[in-house]
C-alpha cells in the first residue's frame, strides 16, 4: 500500500518535471527553426502556443502515467507479499 502511493505520489511530481522538459525542447526547436537567438523572438510565435498546449501537456501527462504504472510494476515484483506461495 505504502509503494503503492509513493508511486502514485512521485508519478504526479514527474507531471510539471515532464511539461517544463517538453517546453523547453519545444521552445529551443522553435528557436532553432526560426533562427532566433533570444526567447524574445519567439513572442509572436503562434506555433510555440499550439506547440505547448496541443503536444507538450498531452505528453507529459503519457510520460508521468506511463512512470507511475512503471513503478507500480516493478514494485509489485520485489514485494514478497504480492507473490504467490511456492507448493
Same mark, same amino acid.
Given at each position: 500500500m505504502n509503494?503503492? +502511493? +509513493? !508511486?502514485v505520489? +512521485?508519478?504526479? +511530481?514527474?507531471?510539471?518535471?515532464f511539461w517544463w522538459l517538453l517546453g523547453e525542447m519545444f !521552445?529551443?526547436?522553435?528557436?532553432? $527553426?526560426? $533562427?532566433?537567438?533570444?526567447r524574445a523572438g519567439l513572442a509572436d510565435d503562434y506555433g510555440l502556443g499550439i506547440l505547448l498546449v496541443f503536444l507538450a501537456g498531452p505528453l507529459s501527462v503519457l !510520460?508521468?502515467?506511463s512512470l507511475t504504472i512503471w513503478l507500480l510494476?516493478?514494485? $509489485?515484483?520485489?514485494?514478497? !507479499?504480492c507473490q504467490s506461495p511456492e507448493r
Open positions: 509503494r503503492a +502511493l +509513493l !508511486a505520489l +512521485l508519478g504526479l +511530481l514527474s507531471l510539471p518535471v !521552445a529551443l526547436c522553435e528557436m532553432w $527553426q526560426t $533562427q532566433t537567438t533570444t !510520460a508521468s502515467v510494476f516493478r514494485w $509489485q515484483e520485489k514485494d514478497p !507479499a
